[in-house]
């Protein structure tokens, strides 16, 4: 894997990037300073240099995907899809977590929450997914007891506070989310807490980008996600470059995107499939080694349903037989009906890539930001909220 720096496509010096320390959180959150560069990675006259250069570059028609729901976001943001040389195209993945969520999962966390003395605790961006009757901000309003908290140790506050009460957590997110929860359950094991669990949902990036593949949308390379390869590293996506397809770790800033999509045009051209790792201000190539031994200790990995992609093997965590204790889909037997999907909606199609957001024919219309039928309008990583938002589409609210 290589640390590379964009080809010339632009006549400014790029702005210097400064390393973080082996334990520093990623660079859009480590201070001061990286405003400072986050500001100057944001500059019209570099970005104009960097677009006018990438369209200058040799025509080489590719579809690239992103797989990350903050990258989608920046790519809508900055109407960066205009500064694309002819030929190329930009598509969404599964890349925002509360999206991929399958709605079997939402609609057992939302009847753990109908059980008696249980304390359901989530982020506040899964309380508006719909599940197939209700959603979590639905059923608080019909008497469930639903915590929106920060952190998930703030769940495991709530059980220390109440232990009368099960606080059962909802466990989504990324590997970039994971650590979190492990820290958690290990604190919550220091400290004999009984009455707290989890609903473990976590998904991994690097096999559902196999899956696709394998599937059948067209992928020349990946833009891949900046805040989870601070944690896995640049390394664990050689899979998916042995296969042929280039990938580029990249930051979250307009310039940041702009430099990787020149990075895979430049493999493409070449005919080379390589690892490289634009946002070396963060990641490492073998990432965040004390990170991935919690993962390795509470979790193990095992196959998990994807919204639109299907059951993926081994792209999930489930808890280890040492943690057994805390999870509550052991804890708790719940006999649901199958789920079912919103009628009409193709969020599936979205998150793999297979269509826009506005060839659903929910999009703008039954389905908004503030009404919103499908994941991916709700999440403010979706890929439809951010069509929505950024594209003149509407005027969200």
Request: proline content about 8%; overall charge negative.
């Amino acid at each position: 894997m290589k640390n590379r720096k964009a080809p010339d496509i632009s006549n400014k010096k790029p702005t210097p990037q400064p390393q973080l320390g082996r334990e520093q959180a990623p660079a859009e959150r480590a201070g001061p300073r990286e405003g400072v560069l986050s500001e100057a990675l944001r500059n019209p006259g570099l970005l104009r240099g960097l677009a006018e250069r990438l369209k200058s570059m040799p025509a080489t028609p590719a579809t690239l995907m992103e797989v990350c729901g903050t990258h989608t976001v920046a790519i809508a943001r900055y109407g960066l899809r205009e500064a694309l040389p002819a030929g190329v195209r930009l598509i969404s993945g599964p890349g925002c977590p509360v999206c991929v969520t399958p709605q079997e999962q939402i609609d057992l966390f939302i009847a753990l929450g109908g059980l008696e003395g249980v304390t359901l605790a989530t982020f506040g961006d899964m309380m508006r997914v719909p599940g197939t009757e209700r959603s979590l901000e639905q059923a608080r309003a019909e008497g469930a007891e639903v915590l929106v908290v920060y952190s998930p140790m703030d769940a495991v506050e709530a059980a220390a506070g109440n232990s009368d009460r099960q606080v059962v957590f909802f466990g989504i997110g990324f590997e970039t989310t994971a650590p979190a929860v492990a820290l958690a359950i290990l604190e919550a094991q220091r400290r004999g807490l009984h009455n707290f669990s989890v609903l473990c949902a976590h998904k991994l990036i690097p096999p559902a980008m196999m899956a696709l593949l394998d599937s059948e949308v067209k992928v020349d390379g990946f833009i891949c996600p900046g805040h989870v390869s601070v944690i896995i590293g640049g390394d664990a996506y050689r899979p998916v470059a042995e296969r042929g397809k280039p990938c580029v770790v990249t930051g979250f800033e307009p310039a940041d995107v702009l430099r990787a999509v020149a990075l895979l045009l430049a493999q493409i051209a070449e005919g080379r499939a390589e690892v490289e790792v634009e946002y070396s201000r963060a990641v490492r190539p073998e990432g965040n080694r004390k990170a991935q031994e919690m993962l390795a200790r509470v979790f193990r990995a095992s196959d998990a349903g994807w919204r639109g992609l299907g059951t993926i093997p081994g792209s999930g965590y489930e808890l280890a037989e040492e943690f057994a204790e805390f999870d509550a889909s052991r804890r708790f037997r719940v006999d649901l009906p199958p789920a079912v999907e919103p009628p009409g909606c193709r969020c599936g199609e979205v998150l793999r890539g297979m269509i826009d957001p506005p060839e659903c024919p929910l999009f703008g219309e039954a389905c908004t930001p503030r009404r919103p039928v499908g994941a991916c309008m709700v999440s403010s990583e979706g890929a439809c909220q951010a069509h929505y938002r950024y594209r003149g589409e509407g005027t969200a609210t």
